[in-house]
């Protein structure tokens, strides 16, 4: 009997594992690769919007946000110069930023070999210093759209973005 209940107990954990493995998520081992590439999207978007504001110097703007960037992208007439002024400005006013939600994700591949993701994402603006009615922060929800490429490290990398898509959210 206690052999019996042994190998019963045994089989409910080995059930339940892989029952835990089997979810189809994009963490499980199991999860599309669709879903895997959306989660690259989601996290290299969370950067975009994250960094941006976490970079307080031009070097730290370099490092932490433009790095996320392909060439190509920076290399636009005035792309880089722009970023750095429109910075410089922002960061007078918002101290840093986090994304709070993110909704309609999809992925799409392009003929060119890029991702397109796209998702609508709701994100908190922190000011410097608090507005005249205390207020902490500023919440914003824009339509994005990355368009990425895997570098020849296997990274990804920010061709361009767009935001407030019609018809997306």
Known sequence: ???????????????LMLLSCSRND??????????KLIVVGRDLTKKLIVNYFDSRTNEELEEKYLSLFDGKFLNKTGMLASIKLHHEKEIKEISRSEVDEVDLESIQSNEDGSLTYKATIRTKY?????????KQYETSRKDW???MIQDENGEYKILNYDLNIPGLG
Do not use: C, H
């Open 145 to 147: 759209s990355v368009d």
């Open 26 to 35: 994009e963490t499980s081992i199991f999860a599309s690769k669709e879903d």
């Open 1 to 15: 009997m206690r052999k019996k209940g042994l190998i019963l107990g045994v089989l409910l954990i080995i059930s």
């Open 126 to 134: 922190y000011y410097v210093e608090p507005q005249a009615n205390d």
